[in-house]
């Protein structure tokens, strides 16, 4: 017999359900099992005067799993769902030692047996949610004529400026750990693919240890060409952020709500838009925020999370885009004009989710800013793209799992599969 889906299930049906036995309530002659998939749960009553049912009640334990045949049936009396499965066989699978973890474990603890929390009915929202934020995504770029590229993990050059990195043996000769496909999206610009994206890991050897920052995280990367300035790169990303948070909502936000006690909102379209230096400026006018003077060219962690609180106040959105950062504050291939970079930060709930921009596709240009950098041999490679002809180009990298964390609430740990940090490489 078939399985089904015990969210399929209706009365007056003969089926098979197999998944995790939640809860065993066992009297003098019943017994009854909450039986649960990852679509529902459903009460088995057990008739303990069949021998063999009896017996294997004597075995199961909590989170044991089973394979259970037999006839739906409705009962007004059974609260969940008003259904009851009458079993003809039921068949041990696995049973469960007992669980090491309770609700009020500590967060390492719950890393440690991580995947027994993915049973949970909120873990398995945050990874169904996770799904149709980047199948959003994917369908938003794919109908405008992106591609999926693969680029490569190992690398022979550092990423962005050689800090940060994880270098690893390579027969004989260093390698590195990708930071980001950013050389490699602009290798596909200057090929004439034009528009690309990719979903895949990056890694930052980076020794923080705060609620949002991870040292492998997956990225959600694109670069599109032809544009006429970073602003259309910012209007891509709005508007694309706008479309998944819509189809979120659409089918996860009531649940959302319930379980993690967040609204879902769909953002305004354009998003506002503010200058760095009258941001701080209305900082310190408004919440008494003076920003370090060394710190003026960038955004402080502070300054983020007053951004937000700003952003509300002042334009009723989620969202801030904050253009006008400090040219040693950004990568040395991001396009300058009048010595200011071409780019962005975006700054959601009070994070920065996004550094964007228009790159530098003139290759005199390209490599005299390399050079200011102290950047010549690493490179190399990377500059050899643009003495062919580039078009220009823009685009912007998202952390798949900072969405996540924003989007539910909860610290990076708790939303991503497996979190990596610098203390922490398993399981």
């Not at 209305?282 to 609180?309: C, F, I, N, S």
């Not at 950047?375 to 643009?386: K, M, N, Q």
Request: some cysteine.
């Amino acid at each position: 017999m078939e399985r089904t889906p015990i969210k399929n299930l209706t009365p007056g049906r003969e089926v098979k359900i197999q998944g995790f036995v939640e809860k065993i309530r066992d009297t003098r002659a019943m017994a009854f099992l909450v039986v649960r998939d990852r679509s529902g749960k459903v009460q088995v009553t057990l008739d303990k005067t069949n021998p063999a049912f009896a017996q294997l009640l004597a075995e199961l334990t909590a989170e044991s799993v089973v394979t259970v045949e037999g006839y739906v049936a409705g009962n007004k009396n059974v609260k969940l769902n008003g259904i009851e499965l009458l079993p003809e066989v039921l068949r041990v699978e696995s049973v469960a030692a007992p669980i090491p973890l309770t609700k009020d474990s500590a967060i390492d603890v719950k890393l440690d047996y991580r995947w027994l929390c993915f049973r949970g009915e909120r873990e398995q929202l945050l990874f169904r949610a996770q799904t149709l934020m980047a199948a959003a995504m994917r369908s938003f770029l794919l109908a405008r004529g992106f591609v999926e590229i693969h680029t490569p993990k190992l690398i022979g050059a550092a990423s962005e400026s050689g800090a940060d990195v994880f270098e690893v043996g390579y027969f004989g000769r260093k390698a590195y750990l990708a930071q980001s496909p950013q050389f490699y999206k602009q290798m596909a610009m200057a090929g004439g693919l034009e528009r690309v994206f990719e979903v895949g890991p990056v890694f930052r050897a980076e020794k923080s240890y705060t609620s949002r920052h991870t040292t492998e995280f997956t990225g959600f990367d694109l670069e599109f060409s032809y544009i006429e300035s970073f602003r259309d790169v910012m209007r891509l990303e709005a508007e694309l952020l706008a479309h998944a948070l819509g189809e979120v909502r659409a089918q996860y936000g009531e649940e959302i709500a319930r379980l993690y006690d967040v609204e879902v909102v769909v953002p305004a379209l354009p998003f506002p838009e503010i200058r760095l230096g009258d941001l701080y400026a209305e900082l310190e006018k408004r919440y008494g925020y003076a920003v370090p003077e060394q710190e003026r060219g960038d955004m402080t962690t502070e300054a983020e999370q007053l951004a937000y609180r700003f952003s509300m106040e002042e334009y009723g959105h989620e969202f801030l885009f904050i253009t006008g950062f400090a040219a040693d504050k950004r990568a040395f291939y991001h396009m300058r004009e009048g010595g200011v970079p071409q780019g962005y930060d975006l700054v959601w709930r009070g994070v920065e989710i996004t550094t964007g921009a228009q790159r530098e596709h003139r290759y005199e240009r390209l490599r005299s800013q390399a050079q200011e950098r102290g950047l010549g041999e690493d490179v190399r490679f990377y500059l050899e793209f643009f003495k062919y002809g580039c078009p220009p180009h823009g685009g912007f990298g998202l952390g798949l799992d900072r969405l996540t964390m924003l989007l539910l609430n909860i610290p990076i740990k708790e939303a991503m599969f497996l979190f990596r940090g610098p203390n922490r490489l398993t399981p």
